[in-house]
């Protein structure tokens, strides 16, 4: 069974750093675009970056300088570096990938999501 697993995240003061990390695991060929996405309550889920199989990297206005994207294609492990958090980005960050599984077509898989608290 293929899945993306997050963890890194938690409760930190504001102007404090966190790095999320997502794992895939299971029996896959490739991985394309890796993805970042936040949904904090009562609002829409945003994406807040991405990294593509190629290395091009695009994030969201509002974390632009203080989050960075990388990614590990031996460890199929993406992370998300974030530095000066802000209250506002508090929320529900997901994982998701574009996958390849062998004889199959390109899916998009989600992971479950971890919390990222923000406040003194």
């Known amino acids: 069974q293929v899945q993306l697993v997050e963890s890194g995240g938690g409760l930190v003061q504001p102007g404090g750093s966190l790095r999320l990390s997502c794992a895939a695991s299971g029996n896959i060929v490739r991985i394309e675009s890796m993805r970042w996405y936040r949904q904090a309550p009562e609002k829409q889920r945003e994406m807040v970056a991405s990294i593509s199989s190629r290395g091009i990297i695009n994030y969201v206005e509002s974390v632009k300088g203080r989050f960075t994207i990388t990614r590990d294609n031996a460890k199929k492990t993406v992370y998300l570096q974030m530095n000066s958090l802000k209250p506002e980005d508090t929320s529900v960050y997901y994982c998701?990938?574009?996958?390849?599984?062998?004889?199959?077509?390109?899916?998009?898989?989600w992971g479950q999501g971890t919390q990222v608290t923000v406040s003194s």
């Open positions: 998701n990938a574009d996958i390849r599984q062998p004889q199959s077509p390109l899916y998009e898989l």
